[in-house]
């Protein structure tokens, strides 16, 4: 069973930064791209950041770009989301995506959330 474990959250103020990690771990799989989604209250699950596994790039949503850094650990399929200058409107929920390929079968595993409260 392949698991998705997700660390880093946290409170913080306005301005700050912190750091999420997340680890992909269990059977043999090929990692297409891991990244981050998040949810804020009332509303919907919206893409963040991620890394392609096998290019080696990155891409984000336009609100995080320059702010936040996705980067990985291949050896450990650990990927890591620097954010930085850190602002109320990021507040929500952060879920860990692992896009994977086992048995010739390609899907999307998700980690459990991790609380961001960005406070003003």
């Known amino acids: 069973q392949v698991q998705l474990v997700e660390s880093g959250g946290g409170l913080v103020q306005a301005g700050g930064s912190l750091r999420l990690s997340c680890a992909a771990s269990g059977p043999p799989f090929t990692n297409y791209e891991m990244g981050w989604f998040r949810q804020a209250p009332g509303k919907e699950r919206e893409f963040v950041a991620a890394f392609k596994w096998t290019a080696g790039s990155t891409y984000y949503t336009d609100s995080v770009k320059g702010r936040f850094t996705a980067s990985r650990d291949s050896a450990k399929n650990t990927v890591y989301l620097q954010m930085n200058v850190l602002k109320p409107e990021d507040t929500a929920v952060y879920y860990c995506?692992?896009?994977?390929?086992?048995?010739?079968?390609?899907?999307?595993?998700w980690g459990q959330g991790t609380q961001v409260t960005v406070s003003s």
């Open positions: 995506h692992a896009d994977l390929e086992r048995g010739g079968v390609r899907s999307r595993y």
